[in-house]
């Protein structure tokens, strides 16, 4: 029997992964809505170009697909912008899709939220507490408040916050930390020992197809964080990504060298300049361990189909590629 997906945001980062694991299943149907083209340009059978701020246009897309299940994806995920009315994709492409669902009936839906409707080092008491860091983090929030608030019980739905996630396809901005790396520029902090949970994208998306396909009991109603079972020691991961790239494994620095080059990275933002290698924010995110509970996923899932050491020797293998 053929499975009918209909997934948005199929052009970004996960997405783009997703439809290319997709495709490879056998008896999928699979239509991707997103705004933007594909980033791989052999994905345009998929695409629909559709935004999900448009409501029409969202309902009529469902309506023609007549989907068994949704994953929607599609987000703004800056961190740019000011105020939660810049992320619209956020709250209402989330209410267009819930409406859609409820309104054609389909069955099931996977909405995709982000571990930041906690900030950084916070590990939240409850599905429902929450402490953003920033208007981003609001937005999410605010979505997945959206998803409650109107998904009625005709809908199967789950909410997924994928930790941080990595692999081939994504963007130069996450790309970051492979990049410093492979350039030598990444310093660890001296005497620091930091654990964070992350996530392949080759395993994020398997994650995703098994929370779409296992009982609709297992997951209705659910909230799951999405990342590799066990938590990375960054300093041995960048060993790791050094090595895939035939680089010199980083060195360490006191942490307070670190802090002077971070203001310096601050004061080149507020001037102007995009990117700079290192700031505050990013800074307090590499010295804050974070690992959030992967048990109820793991409990569905099972082993992972690709280890770190295969996930990062693919992804250098693709940057080098590209």
Sequence with gaps: MTRRILLTGGSGFIGTNLVEYLAAQPDTDLVNLDIARPRNPLHGWAWKPVDVCDPDAVDSAVAAHEPDAIVHLAARTDLAGESVSDYRANTEGVRNVVRAAVRHEVPRALFVSSQLVCKPGSLPSSDLDFCPPNPYGESKVE???????????RLIWSIVRPTTIWGPWWGTLYSAFFRAVRSGRYLHPRGRTVHKSFGYVGNAVWQLDRLASVPADDVAGRVFYLADWEAYDVQEWAAEIADAFGRRRPRTVPVGILRAAALCGDALRFVGFED???????LSNLLTSTRFDLEPLRELCGPLPFTRLQGTAATAKWMCEQ
């Excluded at 700079?276 to 990013?282: A, G, N």
């Design 143 to 153: 979505g997945e408040r959206i998803v409650r608030a109107e998904a009625d019980d």
């Design 276 to 282: 700079p290698p290192l700031t505050s924010y990013r």
